[in-house]
């Protein structure tokens, strides 16, 4: 939807969920020294067999719920295939063509509604350590204890009119996280590719901008980069750009892929999944009481006025904490 601003924004946000060990091996998901956490599995040698971390794809399933998606009784793993030296395998294990989660939505503090378009599990690929100023060699290191880390990926429709929105439906992600007990906020990383076009021209998109307040700021120099680009008559390219957190800017890194590039096909290694209705519905009613719900009950329990329950059950330990202590206060009085 093009805003009257004639802004259109859409997220995908990467959350690592706070599994003990890795999507499709054992590896531990907390390491010290580089690459001291790989295995076969995990760094692809041929022959390796991938088994799917069962509590993984339950924290994902929590977190569709919790972003009221439809849940798919059968889903897949999918090959994104890519070249790049951070993926050892030359392609990434995804979901693709059935994603976990569907068609889901989040209601902002305007009221206004957020389409969620999916909800997927995938694996993280390594991490690579760029070096500089080291001689006149500089060069990239490579650690694959980040190789297979289970991400759970939040697609939003393009549905943002503004950067500020977008950092609200962060807020309420890292609040809901905070609820379902999914990522640790301390060793966890939570990356957002921003997707912005303006007045229906090319789509361009941010990637793997990091916290709430650089994705603000990211988008803000990007629409107006934009704006001003169309203001000069400059046509706006289909590009990835990404984001210097220490000049607040953005600048082209490569031509954008489309989908088919990636040459999705399905992994033969991994079996597809079912999950009953009954399970789906026993797992909805389990998902614990999240920060709208409190909020509403702490303005009926508590008579607090709407704007206090929102802060304070918007930040998870702060809800408890008031909660526990308005509790021992109505026992005495
Ligand atoms: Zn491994």
Same mark, same amino acid.
């Given at each position: 939807?093009?805003?009257?601003e004639?802004?259109? %924004?859409?997220?995908?946000?990467h ?8 999507? +499709? ?15 076969? %599995? ?8 991938p088994v ?24 897949f ?7 790049y ?10 979901q693709?063509? !059935? ?5 889901? $939505? ?16 995938? *694996? ?7 070096? =500089? ?6 060069? =990239?290191?490579?650690?694959? #204890?980040?190789?297979? %880390?289970?991400?759970? *990926? %939040?697609?939003?429709?393009?549905? +943002? ?14 609040? !809901? ?29 941010? @990637? #793997? ?9 990211a988008l803000? +120099?990007? !629409? ?16 990835? &750009? ?9 600048k082209?890194? &490569? ?8 040459? $999705? ?10 999950? =009953? ?6 797992? @909805? @009613? ?23 329950s ?9 809800? #408890?904490? +008031?909660? *526990?202590?308005a #509790?021992? @206060?109505?026992? &005495?009085?």
């Amino acid at each position: 939807m093009v805003g009257k601003e004639g802004v259109m %924004i859409g997220l995908e946000c990467h959350v690592q969920l706070n599994t003990d060990s890795k999507l +499709f091996c054992g590896c531990p998901t907390k390491a010290g020294d580089p690459n001291t956490a790989c295995c076969p %599995i995990c760094l692809g040698h041929p022959g390796s067999k991938p088994v799917l971390n069962a509590k993984a794809l339950d924290y994902t399933m929590k977190v569709a719920l919790a972003f009221n998606c439809e849940i798919n009784q059968q889903f897949f793993f999918s090959r994104k295939t890519y070249f790049y030296p951070d993926m050892s395998k030359n392609f990434q294990i995804t979901q693709y063509e !059935i994603p976990v989660g569907l068609k889901g $939505y989040i209601v902002l503090s305007s009221g206004k509604k957020i389409g969620i378009t999916r909800v997927h599990l995938e *694996e993280d690929p390594a991490a690579l350590v760029h070096t =500089s100023g080291m001689g006149s060699s500089n060069f =990239s290191l490579v650690d694959y #204890n980040r190789s297979g %880390i289970p991400l759970v *990926e %939040i697609v939003t429709d393009p549905d +943002f009119e503004s950067p500020g929105e977008a950092r609200e439906f962060l807020e309420q992600l890292t609040t !809901i996280l905070a609820y379902l007990k999914v990522f640790s906020p301390t060793t966890g990383t939570l990356k957002a590719d921003c997707n912005v076009s303006v007045y229906g021209n090319n789509r361009v998109e941010v @990637k #793997n901008v990091t916290g709430k307040k650089a994705v603000e700021k990211a988008l803000s +120099f990007e !629409i107006a980069r934009q704006k001003n680009m169309l203001l000069n008559e400059k046509e706006i390219v289909m590009e990835t &750009r990404a984001f210097d957190e220490t000049t607040f800017t953005t600048k082209a890194s &490569r031509s954008k892929e489309t989908e088919a590039d990636y040459g $999705y096909i399905f992994e033969p290694d991994l079996t597809a999944f079912r999950i =009953s209705r009954e399970e789906i519905e026993g797992m @909805k @009613k389990a998902l614990p009481e999240l920060h709208s719900a409190k909020s509403k009950r702490f303005v009926e329990e508590f008579g607090l006025d709407e704007y206090t329950s929102n802060v304070l059950a918007n930040n998870f330990s702060l809800g #408890n904490i +008031f909660e *526990e202590v308005a #509790n021992c @206060k109505q026992k &005495r009085a």
